[in-house]
C-alpha cells in the first residue's frame, strides 16, 4: 500500500467524519483546508514537521504524553502520569501524595523515579522497504526473527548518534514500517504536584465519569549535562533548553471552540475482525476484570492504609483499578451494542466486495479466512496464558525471570539478543531493577502469587506446564496449605529483595544461576526451557500473522477508499494528531451534560472524606467567590475540566489540549464512561475525552500552592 494511496482515501473522507481520527503527523497537509475551516489558525504544514513548534513541544514519557511550557525544560503533564514518581519519593512520614509537592528552587527539585525518561520525537522515517526486503519467502518464526533483525539493524545505525532512543513502529499490522528517532532525556525530576485531595479528586468513583473536578496536573523538569547532551542524574546537570516550548493560556476555550491534541496514544482495535471481538468482549474483559479487582482486595486486606507497604502499592492499585472500570465499561457497552454484528456485517460486505472483481478475489480472496484459522490457534491456551501474564505482578518471580533471562541473553553477540536484553537497554533494565526498592513487600507479593497459582492449578492438567507444576509441587490434587508452606520457605530464603544483590545478579554467568541456592533463582532456572519453547512456538504463530494481518488491512483499505470512509491507522504508541471541539454529549435520553465544570462543583461534592475531601483552603476560596484573574462570566466562575470531541485512548494522558493558535488551553487525562469503547470504533454522538482546564491549574497554582516561581516561568497570555 503506498503512501499516496493512504493520504488520497484519508482526504477524500475528512470532512464527512471530522472529529475521528489519529492521524500520523505526515497526513496533516492533505488536509489544510478543513482544519482551517474548523479554527486552525497556525500553518498546518508545522504540525506535520516534527522539529518546528508546536510538534517538538510534544513530548513522550513513554506511557504518558506531556509538553514542555517553558524555555528551561519545564514539562507539564497528568497528575496520575506523575504518580509513581511522587510516591516513589513518599514515606508516612512525608507524604507527597497525600499532601503535594512545591519545590521552590531547582536545588529542591526531587529525582524522579529510576527509568524516568522524556523522550522529544526528531524525526519519522518510512522504512518500509528496508524491513520487508529479502523477507518475502519467509513465513513463521523466520518472517518474525527477519523482521526483528531489520529493526534492530536499523535501530542500531539510528542510535549510533549518542543521546538518541530510536524504534521502528509497525502501521496497519505490518503493512508499513516508520522508524522514529527520539531524544532521550535521562535526567527527569519531580517539580510540583497538587495534593491528592486535588490531583486525584473523585479518585476511582469519579475515573471515566462525568461530571468531573480534577486537578490532574504535576509538573517535571528535564536535565542535561552542561554541554546539552542526555545525561544520567547529576548534581552538576542543568535545565533542558527545549527548541519551543508551549504558552499556556489564561484566556481558555468556550463552547464550540476548536481544539486539538498531540499525544502518543497506545492502542485502539478498530480493525479488528468479528472473530477477535467476541473473544475480547465475551471472555478477555470478563476474565481480566476479575483478576484486577481480585489483586485490589488482596492489595488493600495485605497492606494497611498509610502503612509504608500500602504506599509502595498506590501506583499498582491506581492502575489496575483504572483497567478494571475500563473493563465494565466495555463489557457493559458491548451487551447493549451492536458491535459483533456490525462486525460480522462488515466483512460479509468486504467479502462480497472482493468477490465482485476477480483481480480481487486472487489478491484478497482467503486472507480473512487464512486471518480468523490463525487467530484461533492463538487463543488455543488463554486461560493459562492470562494467569501467567499476570504473574508479572509478583516482583519476585518476574525479577528471577528477567535476571536469568539476561544471563543467557548476554552469551550471545549483542545483535543477536532478544530486544530489551541488548547493551541499549542496560540503563533501562537496571532501572527497572532499583525502581523495585520503593515498590515491593514481600507480603503484598506472595498473597498475589498464592492466589494466582491456586487459579493456574484448578486448569486442566493438559493446559498447565510440567516444569511450572514441579517448581510450585502442584499436582493433581491440589494443596493449598502445601503450597503456601512452599512460598513462605521461597520469600523468607531468597536474598532479592536487596537492591545490591539484585544489581549484582546482572553481571553473573548462566553457571552461577545454576549454582544459586536462592529458591527464586532456581524457580527461574527450572521453568527456562520450557518458557523458552512457549515464547519460539508464539513468536512462529506471529510470523504467520505478520503476514496475513498486512494482507487483510491492504483489502480494508482500499475498500475504504472506494467507500469514502476515513482511512488512518491504530493507535501504536507513535505520535499523532487529532482535532475536535468543546462539546458537550447525551449519554442518556432525557440528559445532557454540558461541557463544563465549575469550583462549586467541587464544594457540591466535597463530603470531607476521600476522594471527595478537598483540601479546605480551596473550599474556603471558593465558598468566598475568590476567582481572581480566571473569572469566566458565561459561567459565573472559574471553569475546572471541559469536554471535547477529541478521538483519544489511553497513552494520550498528559497530552497538552491546544487552541487553534497552539496555546495550550488543557491537558487531557480522561474519557467519559461511554467512550472506553472507543478503542474498537468512534461514534460521533458519545466519543468525549476530559481535559482538566488551564485555567483551573493556573487557579490552583496561584492562588491554593503559591506556586508564583512556576508561574513566572511560564509564558502565560491572555
Not at 542500531?156 to 502501521?171: H, L, M, P, T
Not at 507513535?574 to 469550583?599: I, M, N, Q, W
Amino acid at each position: 500500500m503506498k503512501k499516496w494511496l493512504l493520504t488520497a482515501a484519508m482526504a477524500t473522507s475528512f470532512g464527512a467524519l471530522a472529529d475521528e481520527g489519529m492521524w500520523q503527523p505526515y497526513q496533516l497537509p492533505a488536509m489544510a483546508d478543513e482544519l482551517k475551516a474548523k479554527g486552525l489558525e497556525i500553518d498546518v504544514n508545522s504540525i506535520s514537521k516534527l522539529t518546528e513548534f508546536p510538534m517538538n513541544a510534544v513530548i513522550s514519557l513513554g506511557g504518558c504524553t506531556a509538553s514542555f511550557v517553558s524555555p528551561k525544560g519545564l514539562v507539564v503533564t497528568n497528575h496520575h502520569c506523575a504518580y509513581g514518581s511522587i510516591q516513589y519519593n513518599s514515606t508516612p512520614e512525608n507524604n507527597l501524595l497525600r499532601d503535594g509537592f512545591l519545590a521552590k528552587s531547582f536545588s529542591e527539585e526531587l529525582p524522579a523515579t529510576p527509568g524516568s525518561r522524556v523522550y522529544v520525537t526528531e524525526s519519522v522515517t518510512d522504512v518500509t522497504d528496508k524491513v520487508k526486503d529479502g523477507l518475502e519467502n519467509k513465513t513463521g518464526n523466520a518472517f518474525y526473527k527477519g523482521v526483528e533483525q531489520k529493526e534492530k539493524g536499523l535501530v542500531a545505525e539510528c542510535e549510533k548518534e549518542d543521546g538518541y532512543r530510536c524504534k521502528v513502529y509497525s502501521f496497519h499490522g505490518g503493512l508499513e514500517y516508520y522508524l522514529v528517532k527520539q531524544l532521550e532525556i535521562r535526567d527527569v525530576r519531580l517539580v510540583y504536584n497538587p495534593a491528592a485531595s486535588v490531583g486525584k479528586y473523585g479518585g476511582d468513583v469519579d475515573n471515566w465519569m462525568w461530571p468531573r473536578h480534577t486537578g490532574d496536573y504535576s509538573f517535571y523538569r528535564a536535565y542535561v549535562s552542561k554541554d546539552g547532551k542526555p545525561a544520567d542524574f547529576s548534581k552538576d546537570n542543568v535545565p533542558f533548553e527545549p527548541k519551543s516550548f508551549l504558552k499556556v493560556s489564561a484566556k481558555g476555550v468556550s463552547e464550540g471552540d476548536f481544539v486539538m491534541v498531540a499525544g502518543y496514544p497506545g492502542r485502539t482495535n478498530r480493525y479488528r475482525t468479528a472473530y477477535e471481538v467476541e473473544n475480547q468482549f465475551e471472555w478477555s474483559y470478563p476474565e481480566g476484570k476479575v483478576l484486577r479487582e481480585r489483586l485490589i482486595e488482596i492489595i488493600k486486606e495485605t497492606a494497611p492504609e498509610g502503612s509504608d507497604e500500602r504506599i509502595k502499592y498506590e501506583s499498582s492499585i491506581a492502575g489496575l483499578a483504572n483497567y478494571a472500570k475500563n473493563f465494565t465499561s466495555m463489557i457493559e457497552f458491548y451487551g447493549k451494542s451492536t458491535m459483533l454484528d456490525d462486525r460480522k456485517a462488515l466483512e460479509q460486505k468486504l467479502a462480497n466486495w472482493i468477490n465482485a472483481d476477480s483481480k480481487r478475489k486472487q489478491q484478497y480472496g482467503k486472507v480473512l479466512a487464512e486471518l480468523d484459522k490463525l487467530i484461533a490457534k492463538s487463543q488455543q491456551d488463554q486461560e493459562r496464558d492470562l494467569l501467567l501474564g499476570y504473574m508479572g505482578y509478583s516482583t519476585m518471580m518476574s525479577t528471577a525471570n528477567r535476571l536469568y533471562r539476561l544471563a543467557n541473553e548476554k552469551a550471545l553477540p549483542d545483535m543477536e539478543r532478544e530486544p530489551g536484553y541488548q547493551d541499549r537497554d542496560m540503563t533501562r533494565f537496571t532501572s527497572g531493577m532499583e525502581r523495585i526498592e520503593r515498590r515491593y513487600a514481600a507480603s503484598v507479593d506472595k498473597a498475589m502469587l498464592a492466589d494466582l497459582i491456586t487459579r493456574y492449578a484448578a486448569l486442566p492438567k493438559e493446559q498447565r506446564l510440567p516444569a511450572f507444576d514441579k517448581a510450585f509441587g502442584i499436582t493433581d490434587n491440589f494443596d493449598a496449605a502445601k503450597l503456601n508452606k512452599t512460598l513462605d520457605k521461597m520469600y523468607a530464603n531468597t536474598s532479592l529483595s536487596d537492591k545490591e544483590v539484585r544489581l549484582a545478579w546482572m553481571e553473573k554467568s548462566v553457571a552461577e544461576f545454576n549454582k544459586s541456592k536462592d529458591p527464586f533463582i532456581q524457580y527461574a532456572v527450572a521453568t527456562y526451557d520450557e518458557n523458552m519453547k512457549r515464547e519460539k512456538e508464539k513468536k512462529q504463530l506471529a510470523g504467520e500473522l505478520m503476514k496475513v494481518r498486512p494482507m487483510y488491512m491492504d483489502a480494508i483499505i482500499a475498500y475504504n477508499r472506494e467507500q469514502g470512509k476515513p482511512v488512518y491507522a491504530d493507535a501504536n504508541s507513535s505520535l499523532r494528531v487529532t482535532v475536535g471541539h468543546v462539546k458537550g454529549y447525551s449519554p442518556e435520553d432525557g440528559l445532557y451534560a454540558e461541557p463544563f465544570t465549575r469550583l462549586e462543583g467541587i464544594l457540591a461534592k466535597d463530603t470531607g472524606v476521600e476522594p471527595f475531601n478537598a483540601p479546605a483552603k480551596e473550599l474556603e476560596l471558593i465558598a468566598n467567590k475568590q476567582y481572581g484573574d480566571y473569572y469566566v462570566k458565561s459561567l459565573d466562575s472559574v471553569p475546572v475540566n471541559f469536554l471535547s470531541t477529541l478521538d483519544t485512548t489511553g497513552g494520550n494522558s498528559g497530552s497538552p489540549t491546544l487552541n487553534g493558535r497552539a496555546e495550550l488551553v488543557g491537558l487531557l487525562f480522561d474519557g467519559v464512561y461511554e467512550s472506553i469503547i472507543g478503542d474498537w470504533g468512534y461514534d460521533t454522538e458519545t466519543n468525549r475525552s476530559i481535559q482538566v482546564d488551564s485555567r483551573y491549574m493556573l487557579w490552583v497554582m496561584k492562588y491554593l500552592d503559591n506556586a508564583d516561581n512556576l508561574l513566572e516561568e511560564m509564558e502565560i497570555v491572555h
